[in-house]
């Protein structure tokens, strides 16, 4: 399902028509209603989308991954008249938003946003050592023990940058926002946290399922053994080989998920997984 707030665009483009567009971009999964929060949170603020598109994963039978439900969403901008300038959010659909949370990423981007900036609502980094995420309300500085990253509940960008083929379709669900970060620093951008702006993100609905826990060894182990530097690839490869034996050799059924998990990373058996 798709959503054009027309009227809103041609207003603001008739009184301001230099200004750039506003796009936001949800991908629908789980129950209707949480997605009809979200969007009507964001509408409600002192500023709102020019346009809202709605992806469904849920109803469509074809759920290909979230990282492939944007850029659906972003070829559907693409239809609607996207510039290369224009402004982006891709939003998770169980954010509830609060009233400046548009105006506050508005402002903040015509000061400091550009082609070539990743911004979001949260920063996060990876330790190359342990492989955990760990979430930061601001961009650590940059060090060789960390992976920075833009956090996938609030991604904003400019439409060229967005839709220039960076993001990994193949990882069905998570560590999606890690790549992305990844590539686009080495092309490069920046990456940058916007302060001031809120929204809650439920994290109930994303609770550790077998699913879940899946994608996240699978997605993580892909990226540490295949992403990062010689060295790294080197260290994570024997983590990941003795990670992999000791899951093997414990009879229970996460162990035995963890273990298949680590099985396909070091295949390349991406994409949508029979769990």
Not at 172 to 192: G, H, N, R
Not at 266 to 273: D, E
């Amino acid at each position: 399902m798709f959503m054009n707030n027309v009227i809103l665009s041609t207003d603001l483009s008739t009184g301001i028509p230099q200004r750039r567009s506003i796009f936001a971009i949800f991908v629908h999964f789980g129950p209707q209603k949480v997605t009809d929060v979200a969007i009507a949170s964001l509408q409600a603020g002192t500023l709102s989308p020019d346009h809202i598109i709605v992806v469904d994963h849920t109803f469509s039978g074809s759920n290909t991954g979230y990282a492939a439900g944007l850029v659906e969403g972003l070829k559907q901008a693409a239809l609607l008249g996207a510039k290369e300038t224009d402004l982006c959010l891709l939003l998770n659909n169980d954010i509830t938003f609060d009233q400046q949370y548009l105006q506050y990423i508005s402002t903040w981007w015509e000061k400091n946003g550009g082609p070539k900036v990743l911004a979001g609502a949260a920063g996060g980094y990876v330790s190359l050592f342990s492989g955990r995420a760990h979430i930061s309300p601001h961009i650590k500085k940059a060090t060789p023990w960390h992976i920075l990253y833009i956090h996938g509940s609030c991604i904003v960008g400019e439409f060229g940058l967005l839709s220039s083929g960076i993001f990994p379709t193949s990882f069905f669900m998570y560590w999606e926002d890690v790549a992305v970060s990844m590539f686009v620093q080495k092309i490069p951008c920046t990456l940058a946290v916007i302060p001031g702006i809120h929204g809650i993100h439920d994290d109930k609905l994303n609770q550790v399922s077998d699913a879940k826990l899946f994608y996240m060894v699978r997605n993580g182990a892909y990226v540490l053994e295949r992403y990062t530097g010689p060295m790294w690839k080197i260290y994570w490869y024997g983590i990941n080989t003795l990670r992999r034996t000791f899951h093997q050799s414990i009879r229970n059924s996460r162990h035995a998920i963890i273990a298949r998990a680590l099985a396909h990373a070091r295949s390349q058996k991406l994409g949508k997984a029979d769990i």
